[in-house]
């Protein structure tokens, strides 16, 4: 009878808790996005309950302590840098988006058919610059040396088989020195500011192997958890694909 | 006479060791009136308890307050943040430290026409202000609400050209931040300091749709001198700024336009 009521309680204690995910997250589009998906987590019996905050810091510590269960606002130089100085057990999830830097060329219309000795404008500080490089690397165009991480200089180019040579530059300039190179990696803000649209102009854009893929964190025991898995699902799906690309016009694009 | 001579050394030790009191048991801080001042007068008699007597003398300038403190005629200030002090001391360094985080007077995003940030449109217009203080922390507030990404390391100095993301491709007015209020009419949503946001009967915990919270740089801190920083007497006056009756006082005294920040 004991154990009876004992594995009741049990039970219930877990049944209370599945079919509710809390997530944290940035208003824009991190809550956008969860918005979107909250319907049809509903129709596979979950609830989200999303909650915004205001930083950086407290998503990850409500992540921490319990009180949330998923949060949705950063990337993982973020949450390594984060968990350096303070260690929280937290780990990567699912990636959802990127807010892409792309290459764009007026001389060129796919990065093929940049000729030996090309020149590329990069944006001169160290991260923008990393994030660069990383892209024309996932292009086949560059190899960086092994284990070099975000903060990536044309220094770290170990193979380069188009003699490629970069020029850099303040990333406000890049769309104003189309004129002058083959091509140039440019921030999407930038880009659309000088009327290029990164989803129909960009011969490149980040995807999923973007460092600064945003992504969902957890404990690592949410890695396995059904609701976890649904909301990844739902997150990853066709739907938020073209809600994405709809909705940002290449501002955001899907990570997945 | 020997009795004398005794008595003699006994009282000038009594007066060295008096005035060591004197000034230990007391603290010249400067402040602007609301809500440091305020809060200073409030923690006195706390203070006063642990033997400590504040002095408060108020500024109506931002200048005064540190040059004040890095002479030696204050002990202490509270009126800025550590963005300001560290601008400030690029010009005049005076070995001003800070020693706590104490409040916030958080700037906010409001809006006549929308109720949250999601909800605002693509393409929407956004007036900031125009000073490059206040606009660093304009956009700096609106990259934690996800609607732009600024250059990293941008920082407190971060302008319109540093953003390099703006996810709903807004659009920026900028405007004398006093003028920001009466933009609310002609614009999606303006970020508006607290004063003035107060001044036009806005609460930046009621109306704002996004604002700033604790753990932002630009929390107003107890600052000191270097020499003076393992003051005991300042140990005691932090401890009072950061007490939970200091907390307690701040939420009540002003209805939430100000944050506690510890």
Do not use: C
Not at chain 1, 106 to 115: A, E
Not at chain 2, 19 to 34: D, E, H, K, M, N
């Amino acid at each position: 009878m004991k154990t009876l009521v004992l594995l009741a309680a049990l039970s219930l204690s877990t049944s209370a808790l599945a079919g509710t995910l809390r997530v944290g997250a940035s208003p824009v589009p991190h809550a956008e996005i969860l918005d979107f998906i909250k319907p049809t987590l509903a129709k596979q019996g979950v609830t989200l309950i999303v909650r915004e905050f205001s930083d950086y810091v407290q998503p990850n510590l409500a992540l921490a302590d319990g009180s949330i269960d998923v949060n949705f606002f950063q990337h993982l130089p973020y949450l390594t840098a984060f968990q350096k100085d303070r260690p929280l057990g937290l780990v990567a999830g699912a990636k959802v988006h990127v807010e892409p830097i792309g290459v764009y060329s007026r001389r060129v219309k796919s990065l093929r058919d940049l000729k030996s000795g090309a020149t590329i404008a990069i944006p001169n500080d160290p991260s923008n610059s990393g994030r660069a490089l990383k892209l024309l690397e996932q292009a086949g165009l560059i190899r960086l040396k092994a284990g070099v991480g975000v903060n990536a200089t044309p220094l770290d180019i170990t193979t380069n088989v188009k003699r490629l040579r970069f020029r850099e530059l303040e990333a406000a300039q890049l769309p104003r020195a189309l004129g002058d190179v083959d091509a140039a990696v440019i921030n999407t803000n930038y880009a659309l500011d000088a009327g290029l649209n990164p989803l129909k102009d960009a011969l490149l854009l980040e995807d999923k192997r973007s460092p600064y893929a945003n992504l969902l964190a957890v404990k690592p025991a949410t890695l396995k958890n059904a609701d976890y898995l649904k909301l990844v699902k739902a997150l990853q799906s066709p739907e938020v694909r073209a809600f994405l690309l709809k909705r940002y016009g290449g501002a955001v694009v899907p990570a997945f | 006479m020997s009795t004398t001579i005794r008595f003699r050394t006994l009282s000038s030790l009594l007066l060295l060791t008096l005035a060591g009191q004197a000034s230990a048991g007391t603290l010249r801080v400067g402040a602007t009136p609301v809500p440091a001042g305020e809060l200073l007068d409030f923690v006195k008699p706390l203070l006063a308890r642990q033997g400590v007597t504040l002095i408060v003398r108020e500024f109506s300038d931002y200048v005064q307050p540190n040059v004040a403190l890095g002479e030696g005629s204050l002990d202490a200030n509270l009126f800025q943040h550590q963005p300001y002090l560290d601008a400030f001391q690029q010009n005049r360094p005076l070995n001003i430290v800070p020693v706590t985080k104490v409040y916030l007077p958080p700037l906010g995003l409001y809006s006549k026409r929308v109720t949250k940030v999601t909800e605002l449109k693509r393409g929407a217009t956004l007036a900031i202000p125009n000073d490059p203080s206040n606009g660093a922390r304009a956009l700096l507030l609106l990259e934690r609400a996800g609607l732009i990404r600024l250059k990293p390391g941008a920082g407190v100095r971060a302008n319109l050209t540093d953003i390099v993301s703006n996810v709903k491709q807004l659009r920026f007015r900028e405007l004398e931040a006093a003028q920001l209020p009466r933009s609310l009419a002609d614009v999606d949503a303006a970020i508006i300091n607290t004063n003035y946001a107060l001044e036009v009967g806005l609460n930046p915990t009621q109306d704002a749709i996004f604002r700033e919270g604790p753990n932002s740089v630009y929390v107003n801190i107890l600052a000191t001198t270097r020499s003076q920083r393992n003051n005991p007497d300042l140990k005691k006056l932090a401890q009072a700024l950061t007490s939970p009756e200091a907390k307690a006082w701040l939420l009540k005294k002003y209805g939430g336009s100000i944050i506690p920040a510890f």
